[in-house]
């Protein structure tokens, strides 16, 4: 029995150290004092101070996170009226076509996506003059990809929710929009945040729709780092892999400690 138990912590070790190694070591030669990226020269900050200098490198992490602070919010939004509606009403119609519609996504090559959008896009554009690749393609195209996601979350929390709750508070008076509003989001309300940075981190990572859709003077993060990865790799990309980790521990540390407190005051006496 205790072999077995040593087993499966060794195994999981090395799972945790698969994952978890090769970002460590990105955030360790994002200190790195030498030029060549895989040759350690020492410790120093320069290249966090020239990262900053860097103003493409900026411009194209700035336009990133625009893109997937309104791709998470969109998404979230969406796909929980998607989920709401797959969840809570047994028939109605269109409701395999909106289920379909909502698995497409998630099987589907991303390279056929970014293809197909990318010729939707050139039609409506010939045939109205709007829009011009840039911002809102690439917002509509992760969008399109990531709604499905947080349709899929959101659904599965949705399913396990208590109905009596909800018929509980309209049997006290609550009409159906303050008991979506108080009481179904409020069950859901972790399910929605998982979503978010979920669809947060899908939209800051796609490369290939991002390239499809891009245009002159909006290159997102991915797309710049993939094209001057062909030319070799500066320091300063290590830089940006590391502020982002700092960001996501930061994120996840604030969503934890939210979920302790709330879950201190809902087990403290009244």
């Known amino acids: 029995m205790n072999s077995g138990r040593?087993?499966?912590?060794?195994?999981?070790?090395?799972?945790?150290?698969?994952?978890?190694?090769?970002?460590a070591v990105l955030v360790v030669y994002s200190f790195n004092a030498s030029r060549m990226v895989t040759v350690w020269g020492g410790w120093t900050l320069d290249w966090y101070a020239a990262?900053?200098?860097d103003r493409e490198l900026m411009r194209a992490l700035g336009l990133s996170l625009n893109i997937a602070l309104a791709t998470a919010t969109v998404?979230?939004?969406?796909?929980?009226?998607?989920?709401?509606?797959?969840?809570?009403?047994?028939?109605?119609?269109g409701k395999g076509l909106l289920n379909l519609m909502v698995n497409i996504p998630l099987v589907m090559p991303t390279v056929v996506i970014a293809l197909a959008l990318l010729l939707f896009f050139v039609a409506v554009q010939k045939a109205l003059g709007f829009p011009h690749k840039g911002f809102f393609t690439?917002?509509?195209?992760?969008?399109?990809?990531?709604?499905?996601y947080a349709t899929v979350v959101v659904q599965s929390r949705l399913k396990e929710v208590d109905r009596s709750l909800e018929e509980a508070a309209m049997d006290l008076g609550a009409r159906p929009l303050q008991v979506f509003r108080l009481v179904t989001l409020a069950s859901i309300s972790q399910a929605l945040v998982s979503a978010w940075l979920l669809c947060f981190s899908l939209s800051l990572d796609?490369?290939?729709?991002?390239?499809?859709l891009s245009g002159p003077g909006s290159t997102p993060l991915p797309v710049l780092i993939f094209s001057r990865a062909r030319l070799g790799l500066s320091p300063t990309i290590h830089v940006v892999g590391?502020?982002?980790?700092y960001l996501v521990v930061l994120a996840v540390a604030a969503f934890g400690l939210?979920?302790?407190?709330?879950?201190?005051?809902?087990a403290a006496p009244a």
Not at 258 to 266: F, K, V
Request: glycine share 6%; hydrophobic share 65%; charged share 15%.
């Open 75 to 93: 998404s979230v939004l969406l796909g929980t009226l998607a989920a709401f509606a797959l969840a809570r009403y047994r028939r109605f119609a």
């Open 138 to 148: 690439i917002f509509i195209g992760h969008t399109v990809m990531a709604m499905s």
């Open 51 to 53: 990262a900053v200098a």
């Open 242 to 245: 590391a502020v982002t980790v």
């Open 258 to 266: 939210l979920m302790a407190r709330r879950s201190l005051r809902r």
């Open 6 to 23: 040593g087993f499966a912590r060794a195994w999981m070790g090395l799972v945790y150290l698969f994952l978890y190694l090769p970002i």
């Open 206 to 212: 796609e490369v290939v729709i991002s390239a499809f």
